[in-house]
């Protein structure tokens, strides 16, 4: 039977099997488990290896291993070392992608040093091989533009994944999900009508309570998304970003307005904090959370940004995953008032924002970066001002509810069925 690794990141990370990762892997049998999800073993990733494959693209190509979640990629980078020795350089930088030979890392400087505002001047002024970037590029420069130059640089929406495009994310069966934003996790009796109102109306077959504390509606046809969101909308509701590269939610736990132990107001602190961040564009996805005390209901340790309440005050931390790794956050700072959580929160975002490789969660960001330098910047009052500064230019910009703007336009009815489907209904 093959044996099956359960190892991935915590065992990459130096923890789990043994001290030396490149030894345990080359101690392992043939028939041991590398990708999961697409269950490729060792023996088949040394086959590939002795076929010529030297890179992980390579093995990847021939294989399928760490094509899907990714997970295993440092794994397949570790069976490439044991293998080939000095031959291999494991996670060197790689260029963005077949136009450009420069990395994530050589671009975002040079976009801020040569002052380059559109994705013409990018691929024009940085040498592109193609003429007009591709897939896998588009979506990375064209966040890093609007992240440097909010005022400057307008949107492109052709340049965003499917997800981001619509507005909701496409489902198995080609049909859509919508999620409207509940500040802190909290509704209405009037908001739970609407919800259940819409999900009746257009025929919804599914609706789910999530792990952010808010409601999915899944199944949503195409042609009804824009009758969906302005019947949201109209109820008082936004769209929740489910689908974005930026803050997905803010989860609370009851905090003093309930619980008998609660040392700060949770509840209250996390729908500030929502009202903050929401619609900020990031290079992935954020999840924010508030505890009450230490008990830590919402469980803010293992968020991107998570805040416990203490008698004195409220402890920040950040870089924490709960997801494909699973990592406690890393304190930040410790302070008195719920002004100060919300200054030093956005600022650590506007950090990333400005800093990080599109695509690397704030815990992928700061393993690079370090802490220290984190710290220093958002510590520092000087600095630490100065990005809250630019992250409020920034939300004058891109903080808009995407469903209001859509849902008032003709033009978001997405094909000719959706038209004469909307020209019946009138
Ligand atoms: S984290 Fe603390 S304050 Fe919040 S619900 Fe749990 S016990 Fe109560
Ligand atoms: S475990 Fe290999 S791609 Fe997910």
Known sequence: ???????????????????????????????????????????????????????????????KASASCGTCSGLVEQVLAVTLGDGFEAGAAKPVCGCTDLTHEDVRPLIKSK??????????????????????????????????WPTEYAD??????VNERNHANIQLDGTYSVVPRMWGGLTTPDELRAIADVAERYAIPTVKVTGGQRIDLLGVKKEDLPDVWRD?????????????????????????????????????????????????????????????????????TCKDLGVVCVESGYEISVAGAAGMDVKETEPLAKVAT?????????????????????????????????????????????????????????????QKDPWAELASKEEARFDPMAKLYTEAAE
């Open 1 to 63: 039977m093959r044996e099956t690794l359960i190892f991935g990141p915590a065992f990459q990370a130096g923890g789990g099997l043994a001290t030396d990762p490149l030894a345990a892997v080359a101690a392992l049998p043939d028939d041991a488990e590398i990708c999961g999800c697409n269950g490729v073993c060792k023996g088949d990733i040394l086959k590939s290896i002795a076929g010529g494959a030297n890179t992980l693209e390579a093995v990847r190509a021939q294989t």
């Open 115 to 148: 002052a380059l505002k559109s994705q013409p001047a990018v691929w024009q002024e940085l040498g592109w091989k193609t003429p007009n970037g591709c897939h896998v590029c588009r979506p990375a420069i064209n966040y890093y533009l609007l992240s440097d």
């Open 156 to 161: 492109d929406p052709q340049s965003r994944y």
């Open 232 to 300: 949201l909308n109209a109820a008082g509701m936004v769209s929740g970003h489910a689908y974005a590269k930026g803050l997905r939610t803010v989860k609370t736990c009851v905090g003093t307005e309930h619980c008998h132990v609660a040392t700060q107001d949770s509840m209250g602190l996390g729908v500030k904090l929502e009202k903050l961040l929401w619609g900020a564009w990031s290079p992935h996805k954020l999840k924010v959370a508030v505890s009450g005390c230490p008990r830590n209901c919402a469980e803010a």
């Open 338 to 398: 719920e002004a100060e959580v919300l200054e030093y929160g956005a600022a650590f975002i506007q950090l990333y924002r400005e800093n990080a490789k599109y695509l690397d969660r704030p815990y992928k960001w700061t393993a690079k970066v370090g802490m220290d330098w984190v710290r220093e910047q958002v510590l520092g009052e000087a600095s630490r001002k100065a990005l809250y500064e630019r992250f409020k230019v920034s939300q004058s910009v891109y």
